[in-house]
């Protein structure tokens, strides 16, 4: 495929641009300005962008979109002013998505869940990584890392999942967190990984639901099997989640609601992505995580969407990148490089979130737009004209 009359290939310094996609390989095999343009190889689908963007398809390192049902009887205690913490302390959140879960037949939980993939693809995603951790037993966890497994085989997405088995204490433990992450260590991190249904691991490290050294522990016994950890941290305190995280390595460090500078100084030094959630703190009005300061002091940093049903219940990456600019203060290219290039770190997919020559053609064309800013200014005006994963056409949008 030849896209032509590409206002800027972002973040290359072409403007007035070409690029060739090759759906074979699914990969970017050439580009540059118009005045090089070469003819189209015979039976070559040629593309006029008529002056449209050319940037890489959105990257959603963080997301939780297999669950079952719907928590909107929370959403009115929320209104009516209960904080997160005090809706699950109520045996609401999580172990409300658990229990539903749980009286959730695979093949329904697959079908829901592959609707909020498609959707979330349909609004720009290229790349995803999902959760378990609506499980809590060891039997739901692995359904629902066998339901990743079938999303992955059926969206043109590139899908990352990730073991979070610690995302609160199963109601069988109630009481015993210990012996529950025993569990989780002994018993859960073994069977996952025998199936081969991970790429990470997760920890929920924050007040009131896992402690730094469970977090370790946890992460100990991940390592052996390749599952390098990506941990929730600081989201409700400063909970040593970073700390412990970077200690070992982590690939990311997620939330950071609560991060203070010595957490900053700690990700600049480190290899770990400092990946913040705006659509949680616009969802549950907590602070916003101090993005711009963690780009100035030299950290990596991702933003994601977080899709859940507790916290954040939307995937709209476009939407993230607004609250990125507006609430943030980053500026729309430091954003849209976060939803993009940042992401594609903290899932370790070098070869995405970039339009280069050898990267995954994974293209969003956008329609003819006088600044690039105006996609998060106008946070809500459709502004895809052309979504490419894996150098083939997705959808063609009429706008
Ligand atoms: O990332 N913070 C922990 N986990 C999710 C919320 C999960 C839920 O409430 O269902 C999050 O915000
Ligand atoms: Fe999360």
């Not at 996609?21 to 050439?30: E, F, K, N, Q, R």
């Not at 990267?359 to 979504?387: D, E, G, H, K, W």
Request: net charge negative; proline share 6%.
């Amino acid at each position: 495929m030849l896209i032509v009359n590409i206002k800027e290939i972002f973040s290359s310094d072409i403007a007035d641009g070409w690029l060739r996609a090759d759906g074979a390989t699914g990969l970017i095999i050439a580009m540059g300005p118009m005045d090089t343009v070469p003819a189209p190889e015979p039976g070559e689908e040629v593309v006029d962008a008529r002056g449209g963007y050319a940037l890489p398809s959105f990257c959603d390192s963080h997301t939780h979109i297999v669950y079952a049902g719907s928590r909107h009887g929370e959403f009115l205690d929320k209104i009516n002013g209960l904080s997160y913490e005090e809706i699950a302390r109520r045996g609401g959140g999580i172990l409300n998505s658990a229990d539903l879960l749980h009286d959730t037949p695979e093949d329904e939980l697959y079908e829901q869940s592959l609707a909020r993939a498609r959707e979330v693809m349909l609004k720009g995603t290229g790349a995803i990584e999902i959760k378990s951790g609506y499980g809590l037993t060891l039997e739901d966890e692995l359904k629902m890392l066998r339901v990743i497994r079938c999303i992955r085989r059926a969206v043109p997405m590139t899908v990352r999942a990730t073991f979070l088995g610690a995302h609160a204490v199963g109601r069988a433990f109630a009481g015993r967190r210990q012996d529950y992450v025993d569990h989780v260590c002994r018993e859960m991190i073994p069977a996952v990984a025998a199936e081969g249904l991970a790429d990470f691991v997760d920890v929920f490290c924050d007040r009131g639901f896992f402690t730094p050294a469970q977090t370790a522990q946890i992460m100990e016994a991940a390592a052996p099997y390749g599952m390098r950890p990506k941990i929730h941290a600081n989201e409700l305190d400063v909970s040593g989640g970073v700390e412990v995280g970077v200690e070992h390595g982590a690939v990311s460090v997620d939330h950071l609601e609560r991060a203070e500078q010595p957490q900053i100084d700690l990700l600049a030094k480190s290899a770990t992505v400092a990946t913040m959630l705006p659509g949680a703190s616009f969802f549950l009005g907590m602070p916003y995580a101090p993005a711009r300061k963690a780009l100035e002091a030299g950290c990596r940093v991702a933003l994601a969407s977080d899709y859940n049903p507790g916290s954040s219940p939307s995937g709209d990456m476009r939407f993230v990148w607004a609250l990125g600019c507006i609430k943030m203060k980053l500026t729309p290219r430091q954003a849209l490089d976060c939803v993009t290039r940042g992401g594609a770190m903290a899932m370790d997919l070098p070869d995405h979130g970039v339009l280069a020559v050898g990267t995954r053609a994974n293209i969003i064309v956008t329609c003819p737009l006088p600044s690039l800013s105006v996609i998060p200014y106008q946070y809500t005006t459709p502004f895809i004209s052309r979504l490419i994963l894996g150098g083939k056409t997705i959808k063609e949008y009429e706008n």
